[in-house]
C-alpha cells in the first residue's frame, strides 16, 4: 500500500472516529431522553456528523461558528468536553452553560451560540464576521427550513454588502418541523439564492465527509482572502424526528456513517471491527451519560441569582 | 466638532458618542443612514472622522444589523445601533429579546453583550401609528434588558457615555420632541443609573420620565400643591427604592408615563409600590397615560391622545381630592 494510500485511510478513520463520538453521544442522550433522565425539547443532529466533523476540521484556531437548532454535533466537533455538554443537557451547574442555556442554547468559546429561534444567529453571525481579525473566518450554520426567513435573506444581503467573512453553512435535511422542503418553498435548493446574491455557492452530498471538507476547503479561502461571504448547501438525511419523542416518521437512509464505514471497508479495514468501535463508543457515552447523572451537581436557583446582567445596577 | 454648554440634547448625544469613538476604537456606529449624519443628524460627521468601517450604514432591515450588532459584541466591540424610531424594534425583536438580553444569563455568565440601541419615541407629530409609539413597557418587561430615558442634554451625553462603557446591551428610549431642547435641570451632573428628584414636595410624589419630567414640573407648579417630582431615569430594571421612599413620606403617588395604559410600564410601578408601601399611601396610587389605543394621525385626534400639563395638574387634583 503506497504511502498516500495510508495516509488517506488513516485521515477517513479519523474523521469516521469523530462522526462515531458525536453519533455516540447523541445515541445516549436519546436514550437518558427516553428514560426521563434528561429533561428538555431535544433536536439531535444524528445524520449530520459529516457536516460537523468535515467543516470543523478545516477550522483555524481563530475562526469562529455560530450553531442553530441542532448543536450537539458542532459543539463536540469544535472539542468542547463532552462531559460538559452532557452536564448542561442534563440540567447540571457544572454544564458548559452552568444549566442556563440547554441543548438549543449551548454557548461556548469557538462555536459561539446555538438556537432556538430559526434563523436567529444568521445576522449575528455577520457582525461577528464584520470585527473578525483579517484572515480569520466565521461559519454560519442554518437549516432549510431558515431559507424561508427574513433573518436569511437579510443576512445574506447584509454579508454581501459588508463583503464580511462568513461561510453560511445550509444543512438540509429536506424538512422544516414535520413537513417537507416542498411544503415551504417553491424555490429548489437553497444553494440558488448565492446567484440572487453574488455570493460564491456550492451543494455537496453532505452524507460524505470528503466532499464536505473540499467544499469547505476551496470555499474558506475565498472567504479568508476577503472576498466576502460564500454559501455552501450540504444535503442530509433527518436521521431522527424533528424532536426526540415524536410519533411521525423519518429517514432511514443516507447515514453517513455507513458512506463512511463502506469507504473504509474498501480500504481494506475488517467491518467486525467497525461494527466493534460502533459498540464501544456507544458504551463509553452511555457510561458518561450515567456518570454525569451521579455526580454533576444539580443547577441551583439559589446559586448566582444576579447572571441576568454582567453589571446589576 | 463643536461642544458646549448651549448644545441641544441631539448635539450633546453627538458629542458624547463622537468623544466615545476617539477615546475607544471599539465603538463602532451601526443603522440606516447613519454615515448620512441620520434624519436627525445624531451622527453627522463622524464617517469623516472615524471611516466607513466605523460608521456603518446599513439597509433598511433592523433584525439584520440589531442581530449584528450583538455579534459585534460577542466579538468584543462595542456596537452603537441606531434604530430610528422605537416603532421599529418590533422588526428586530427576536435580536433584542432572545439574543440581546438573554445570552450573559443563558450562557451562565461566559458571554456578555455591550450593546447600546439608541432610538427614538413618542407622539406629537402627526406620523401615526408606526412612527409615535412608546414601548416603555415592552422593553422594560424583558429581563436582561437595561432600558435609559434621559430627559436632557447634559444626562443624554451621560446615558451615551454609560451605555457604551456597560456589560450589558443597554436600550436609550429617547423622546424625539426631546432631541432640540435645551433644557437643562439641577442635578444633571448625576447619575444617569438612579431616579432623581428633580423637585422636592410633601403633598404628593409624582414620578416620570423624558420629556414628561418637563411637562410635570410645569404642571405642578400650576397645581397648588407640593408635589415631588421624580424623574426615573432609568425604566429597566426598575429602580423602586426611590418611589418607595418618597412615598412613605408624601403617601400619595402618581405615575405619569407617555405609553398605552395597557400592560404599561406605568401599572408595574404601581404594582410595585402597593408591595412594598401599601400601608402609607393615603389614596390609591394614580396613573396617567396615554389610552390603550394606537397613536392616530389627525392632529385633534393626537393631541386628544397625549398626556399635557393640564392632564398632569387635573391628575394631581383628583389624587389630592
Known amino acids: 500500500m503506497s504511502d498516500s494510500t495510508t495516509q488517506r485511510r488513516e485521515v477517513l478513520e ?102 432556538g429561534i430559526v434563523g436567529g444567529t444568521l445576522p449575528v453571525a455577520v457582525g461577528h464576521a464584520a470585527v473578525a481579525a483579517p484572515g480569520s473566518a466565521v461559519v454560519a450554520f442554518f437549516g432549510d427550513g431558515a431559507a424561508q426567513t427574513g433573518a436569511f435573506h437579510e443576512s445574506m444581503n447584509l454579508a454581501a454588502l459588508w463583503k464580511t467573512p462568513v461561510l453560511f453553512v445550509c444543512e438540509n435535511n429536506g424538512w422544516a418541523e414535520f413537513s417537507s422542503r416542498a411544503e415551504h418553498t417553491t424555490v429548489g435548493n437553497v444553494v440558488r439564492y448565492g446567484d440572487l446574491y453574488g455570493i460564491p455557492a456550492r451543494e455537496v452530498d453532505g452524507t460524505d465527509v470528503d466532499l464536505v471538507i473540499a467544499a469547505v476547503q476551496e470555499l474558506l479561502a475565498l472567504v479568508r482572502a476577503g472576498g466576502g461571504p460564500c454559501l455552501l448547501e450540504c444535503h442530509i438525511a433527518r436521521l431522527r424526528p424533528h424532536y426526540e419523542g415524536d410519533w411521525r416518521e423519518h429517514s432511514a437512509d443516507g447515514d453517513p456513517l455507513n458512506v463512511t464505514e463502506e469507504r473504509l471497508i474498501a480500504a481494506g479495514i475488517d467491518p467486525v471491527a467497525l461494527a466493534a468501535r460502533r459498540d464501544a463508543e456507544l458504551q463509553q457515552a452511555l457510561a458518561l451519560l450515567e456518570s454525569v447523572l451521579a455526580d454533576e451537581p444539580v443547577a441551583n436557583p439559589a446559586d448566582d441569582p444576579s447572571l441576568v446582567f454582567a453589571r446589576t445596577p | 466638532m463643536s461642544t458646549g454648554a448651549g448644545d441641544n440634547l441631539v448635539q450633546a448625544a453627538r458629542n458624547a458618542l463622537n ?29 469623516e472622522r472615524h471611516g466607513a468601517a466605523r460608521v456603518r450604514n446599513t439597509p433598511i432591515s433592523e433584525g439584520a444589523f440589531m442581530g449584528a450588532g450583538v455579534g459585534m459584541a460577542l466579538a468584543g466591540a462595542r456596537p452603537f445601533v441606531d434604530i430610528m424610531f422605537n416603532d421599529f424594534i418590533t422588526a428586530a425583536s427576536d435580536q433584542l429579546f432572545n439574543n440581546a438580553a438573554k445570552i450573559h444569563f443563558m450562557s451562565g455568565g461566559r458571554y456578555s453583550v455591550p450593546l447600546t440601541v439608541w432610538t427614538l419615541a413618542g407622539a406629537g407629530t402627526r406620523w401615526g401609528a408606526h412612527h409615535s409609539q412608546h414601548l416603555d413597557g415592552w422593553l422594560a418587561q424583558v429581563p436582561g434588558l437595561k432600558v435609559l430615558a434621559p430627559c436632557t442634554p447634559a444626562m443624554a451625553s451621560a446615558s451615551v457615555r454609560a451605555a457604551l462603557e456597560d456589560p450589558d446591551p443597554v436600550v436609550l428610549l429617547v ?81 405619569v408615563h407617555d405609553e398605552a395604559s395597557s400592560g404599561s410600564f406605568a401599572s408595574a410601578v404601581a404594582a410595585a409600590v402597593y408591595e412594598r408601601a401599601f400601608w402609607a399611601l393615603d389614596a390609591p396610587v394614580g396613573r396617567l397615560t396615554a389610552p390603550a389605543t394606537p397613536v392616530p394621525a389627525a392632529a385633534r385626534l393626537e393631541d386628544a391622545y397625549m398626556v399635557d400639563a393640564a392632564k398632569v395638574t387635573a391628575a394631581i387634583r383628583a389624587l389630592m381630592g
Open chain 2, 175 to 255: 423622546d424625539r420632541e426631546l432631541l432640540y431642547s435645551r433644557q437643562g435641570l439641577a442635578g444633571d451632573n448625576g447619575d444617569p443609573w438612579s431616579p432623581r428628584i428633580v423637585a422636592g414636595g410633601s403633598d404628593l410624589t409624582l414620578a416620570t420620565s423624558g420629556r414628561l419630567v418637563h411637562t410635570a414640573l410645569a404642571a405642578s407648579a400650576q397645581s397648588g400643591f407640593s408635589v415631588e417630582v421624580i424623574d426615573l431615569q432609568r425604566l429597566a430594571p426598575l429602580a423602586i427604592e426611590a418611589i418607595v421612599t418618597s412615598v412613605e413620606k408624601t403617601n400619595r403617588l402618581l405615575i
Open chain 1, 14 to 115: 479519523r474523521h469516521h472516529g469523530e462522526m462515531l463520538r458525536l453519533r455516540a453521544f447523541e445515541e445516549a442522550v436519546a436514550e437518558g431522553h427516553r428514560a426521563k433522565r434528561i429533561e428538555g425539547l431535544l433536536h439531535l443532529s444524528i445524520g449530520a456528523e459529516a457536516v460537523a466533523v468535515g467543516v470543523m476540521s478545516c477550522l483555524a484556531p481563530d475562526d469562529r461558528v455560530y450553531s442553530a437548532h441542532r448543536p450537539h454535533g458542532h459543539f463536540l466537533a469544535a472539542g468542547n468536553d463532552p462531559r460538559a455538554v452532557m452536564a448542561e443537557l442534563a440540567g447540571r451547574e457544572s454544564g458548559l452553560c452552568r444549566g442556563r442555556g440547554g441543548t438549543m442554547h449551548l454557548m461556548s468559546e469557538q462555536v459561539v451560540m446555538a438556537t
Open chain 2, 19 to 47: 468623544a466615545a469613538m476617539v477615546a475607544d476604537e471599539r465603538v463602532i456606529v451601526v443603522g440606516e443612514d447613519v454615515a448620512e449624519g441620520g434624519p436627525f443628524a445624531l451622527t453627522k460627521g463622524l464617517v
